[in-house]
C-alpha cells in the first residue's frame, strides 16, 4: 500500500444516537490495537516479508503504516483478509518525523526497534496529549542503558549506538512504552537484558510471542521481570502471526449491553484478560457468562449497585475502561468512588456526563459519582479515545437523542463502532453538519476512505 495522508479526507464528525434501545444479539471484537501497532513496530527487527492477521481497519493503524513506509520499508494491507505485510529487508531511512509522530504518540515505539535493527534512529518526541504529560524519560533511559548515546534537539530524539550491550534495567513505573521500546532493542543487543517493575499487560505478551516467534529469546513476558537473550539478526525469520482480540474493545461493548439491560455475545475475546473488570461488573449486578473459551455472554436485568475503582496497572482495573464504568456508575444505585491513578487528567468525561443529567463531583483523580435515575441526551463532545466511546455508552443508555462531537478521537479505537452498534439494534449513525449527510444510514460505515 503507498503512503497516503489521511488529514485531508473527508470523514463522519459526528455520530448520533437515539438512546433507550436495550442492546441483543452478537459482536465479534477486532484485533487490540494496542497489540498491533507494537507488532508493526517489531517487523522492523527482521528481514524478510512478515504477515500479521486480526489487524483492525483503525486511523491509527494507517498512521503507524505511514510511519513504517516512511522509512523506506514496504507494506500492503489486504482488507479483506484483515492483514498486513511489512517486507523490511531494507530500512533506508531512520527518521520518523513529527507530522506522523504528533499525530499518533504510540508510533514512538520505532524508537527502540531502529536502535536494535539500525544502530540509529531520529524519532520526534510525542509530546502530551488529553490525558496527561505522558513523559518518556524511561523509554530513553532504558536505551541508555542498554549503551544507546541519546540527544534531545528540536523535538526529536537522536539515538545512536556501536553495539548494544544486555543489562539490569529497573523502572520506577511498569510503563507498557518503555518495556516495549526496551524489550525491542534487546533483541538484537549482546548479552541479556533484565526488565524489572515490567509492564503486564496481555499486549506485552503478545509482543514477546511475536518476537519469540520470529526467533527472539524472550522469557517471563505477563511478570514483572522479563529477560531478553540477545539474538543475531540472522536469528529472526519472518513470520504470520494473529493478533490478539482487543479487551478495551470488549469492555466498551460489555458496557453498553449491561447500561441499556441488553442481553449478547462478545465473540473473538480472552475473557481472562478483562478478570478485574469482570469482577467489578459483576459486583454491580451484571451477569457475566463464559460460553466459550473466546465468547461470554454478558446481560443486566436489574438497576446497578454502585462500586468504587481504582485504575492500575495490569492486572488491576484498566485506565482504558475507567470511562466506561463511570458512564455506568452515572446510574447505579448509590455513591460510587472512582479514582484514575495513572493519567493525570483522564476525566475528560466527567464534564459531558453531567450535561446528561449525571451527578458526579470530581476532586483531582477522584471522582464521586452520586447515581441518578437515567441520564438524558444532550449535544457532547469527545476530547479523547476513551472518554469519547464513554459517552458512545451514555448515550445508548440516555433518554432522548444525544450527538457527539469530534468523532476521530474514537475512529482511532474502534473498528466499525457504528456498523457494530446497529447490528445490535442501536439507533447511531454518523453524519457530517455542513453537508446535512446521514453516512450510510442501512449498511453501517466501513469507510472506503479510512486506508
Ligand atoms: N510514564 C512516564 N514516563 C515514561 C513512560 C510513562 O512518566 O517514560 C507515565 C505516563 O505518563 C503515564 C504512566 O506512566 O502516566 C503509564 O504510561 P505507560 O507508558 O504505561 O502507557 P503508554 O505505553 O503510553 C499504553 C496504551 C494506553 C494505556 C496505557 C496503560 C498504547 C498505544 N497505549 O500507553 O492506551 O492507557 O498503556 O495501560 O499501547 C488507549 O488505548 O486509549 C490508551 C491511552
Not at 483503525?58 to 516512511?70: A, G, K, P, R, Y
Not at 542503558?145 to 549506538?161: C, D, F, P
Not at 526488565?195 to 514477546?208: K, S, T, V, Y
Not at 464513554?390 to 457527539?404: C, D, P, Q, R, Y
Amino acid at each position: 500500500m503507498p503512503f497516503r495522508d489521511i488529514s485531508e479526507e473527508k470523514l463522519p464528525e459526528k455520530i448520533r444516537i437515539v438512546g433507550g434501545k436495550q442492546l441483543k444479539g452478537e459482536v465479534h471484537i477486532s484485533g487490540a490495537k494496542n497489540a498491533v501497532l507494537k507488532l508493526m513496530a517489531a517487523a522492523l527487527l527482521c528481514k524478510g516479508e512478515t504477515k500479521i492477521y486480526n489487524v483492525p481497519e483503525l486511523s491509527d493503524v494507517v498512521i503507524m503504516l505511514n510511519v513504517i513506509e516512511q522509512l523506506g520499508v514496504k507494506t500492503s494491507y489486504d482488507r479483506q483478509e484483515k492483514s498486513i505485510i511489512i517486507n523490511a529487508t531494507d530500512i533506508t531511512n531512520v527518521t520518523a518525523s513529527y507530522d506522523l509522530v504528533s499525530r499518533m504518540r504510540a508510533s514512538f515505539i520505532v524508537l527502540g526497534a531502529l536502535v536494535g535493527r539500525c544502530k540509529e534512529a531520529v524519532v520526534a518526541l510525542p509530546g502530551g496529549c488529553a490525558i496527561g504529560e505522558r513523559k518518556v524519560d524511561f523509554h530513553i533511559k532504558g536505551l541508555e542503558a542498554l549503551g544507546t548515546s541519546i540527544k534531545i534537539e528540536n523535538g526529536y530524539v537522536h539515538a545512536k549506538v556501536r553495539k548494544l550491550k544486555g543489562c539490569d534495567i529497573y523502572l520506577d513505573i511498569p510503563s507498557v512504552g518503555a518495556t516495549e521500546n526496551i524489550m525491542l532493542a534487546a533483541v538484537l543487543a549482546e548479552g541479556s537484558t533484565r526488565i524489572q517493575n515490567a509492564a503486564q499487560e496481555p499486549e506485552i505478551i503478545d509482543l514477546a510471542n511475536f518476537l519469540n516467534a520470529m526467533g527472539a529469546d524472550i522469557i517471563g513476558a505477563g511478570t514483572s521481570e522479563i529477560v531478553i537473550n540477545g539474538v543475531k539478526i540472522e536469528n529472526l525469520k519472518p513470520i504470520e502471526y494473529t493478533t490478539i482480540p482487543d479487551r478495551i474493545e470488549a469492555g466498551t461493548y460489555m458496557s453498553a449491553f449491561i447500561a441499556t439491560r441488553g442481553k449478547g455475545i462478545i465473540r473473538n475475546i480472552f475473557p481472562n484478560h478483562l478478570t478485574f473488570f469482570n469482577s467489578k461488573l459483576t459486583k454491580m449486578g451484571a451477569d457475566i457468562k463464559l460460553i466459550d473459551p473466546t465468547s461470554i455472554e454478558v446481560s443486566c436485568k436489574k438497576r446497578l449497585e454502585a462500586v468504587n475503582i481504582i485504575t492500575q496497572p495490569y492486572p488491576g482495573f484498566p485506565t482504558d475502561l475507567q470511562s466506561m464504568a463511570m458512564a455506568l456508575a452515572t446510574v447505579a444505585d448509590g455513591v460510587s468512588i472512582i479514582t484514575e491513578s495513572l493519567y493525570e487528567n483522564r476525566f475528560m468525561q466527567v464534564p459531558e456526563l453531567r450535561k446528561m443529567g449525571a451527578d458526579i463531583h470530581q476532586e483531582r483523580n477522584h471522582a464521586l459519582v452520586k447515581g441518578v435515575k437515567c441520564l438524558t441526551g444532550a449535544n457532547l463532545k469527545a476530547s479523547d479515545l476513551r472518554a469519547g466511546a464513554s459517552l458512545v455508552v451514555a448515550a445508548l443508555m440516555a433518554e432522548g437523542t444525544s450527538t457527539i462531537d469530534n468523532i476521530y478521537h474514537i475512529n482511532r479505537g474502534y473498528e466499525l463502532i457504528e456498523h457494530k452498534f446497529k447490528m445490535l439494534g442501536a439507533d447511531i449513525v454518523k453524519y457530517n453538519d455542513d453537508e446535512n449527510d446521514i453516512i450510510n444510514q442501512n449498511k453501517g460505515n466501513y469507510s472506503e476512505s479510512q486506508l
